[in-house]
T-cell receptor
Framework: KQEVTQIPAALSVPEGENLVLNCSFT??????LQWFRQDPGKGLTSLLL?????REQTSGRLNASLDKSSGRSTLYIAASQPGDSATYLC???????????FGKGTTLSVSS | GAGVSQTPSNKVTEKGKYVELRCDPI?????LYWYRQSLGQGPEFLIY????????DSGLPNDRFFAVRPEGSVSTLKIQRTERGDSAVYLC?????????????FGPGTRLTVL
């Protein structure tokens, strides 16, 4: 059974810092991996999607990497801003390629 | 519409009652998903529709939960004889459905509280 783990559970940093969020998964047979952002009381916003054949994806200050063989992904946020404060969720497509399996998320707080 | 919408945004009910939660997917999206998110947890998959049919309902916790999508657009998640443990945010997502790895777009969720 696929399990997704995110470390750390919470992170507080001052504005301007570069930071890394970690995601690991137990079954490397995935179709893709996505990083989402969730603001309190809101739905999920997709940030980056990495296909299983890809190594990384970039969008603005965000860079996500995927090492499928070791079951790991990282989300790198450059020059963090208070507006980046949110919960970041990692999710993988299960073997059937339909449902997403999520980690519990990392709650990020960026202080000004 | 512009995005996935869900109604109601909040629902408070009493133990044992029946509830219906509605999801309006993005126009043209053939795939629709329901997830449930408990406090401090990531979303957990419930059911996936491709068109009108449930392609994967393996995440439904028991037979009190049922979902329909009669015309391949709007979906309703139905919960019978609600229990306090059903309290959670119920999220709906849709995708184009043309490949197995299309991006899923999520709605804001319905917060269900069972007293």
């Amino acid at each position: 059974k696929q399990e997704v783990t995110q470390i750390p559970a919470a992170l507080s940093v001052p504005e301007g810092e570069n930071l890394v969020l970690n995601c690991s998964f137990t079954d490397s047979a995935i179709y893709n991996l996505q990083w989402f952002r969730q603001d309190p009381g809101k739905g999920l916003t997709s940030l980056l999607l990495i296909q299983s054949s890809q190594r990384e994806q970039t969008s603005g200050r965000l860079n996500a990497s995927l090492d499928k063989s070791s079951g790991r992904s990282t989300l790198y946020i450059a020059a963090s801003q208070p507006g980046d404060s949110a919960t970041y969720l990692c999710a993988v497509n299960n073997q059937a390629g339909t449902a997403l399996i999520f980690g519990k998320g990392t709650t990020l707080s960026v202080s000004s | 519409g512009a995005g996935v919408s869900q109604t109601p945004s909040n629902k408070v009910t009493e133990k044992g009652k029946y509830v219906e939660l509605r999801c309006d997917p993005i126009s043209g999206h053939t795939a629709l998903y329901w997830y449930r998110q408990s406090l401090g947890q990531g979303p957990e998959f419930l059911i996936y529709f491709q068109g009108t049919g449930a392609a994967d309902d393996s995440g439904l916790p028991n037979d009190r939960f049922f979902a329909v999508r009669p015309e391949g657009s709007v979906s309703t998640l139905k919960i019978q004889r609600t229990e306090r443990g059903d309290s959670a945010v119920y999220l709906c997502a849709s995708s184009l459905g043309t490949t197995l790895t299309d991006t899923q777009y999520f709605g804001p969720g319905t917060r269900l509280t069972v007293l």
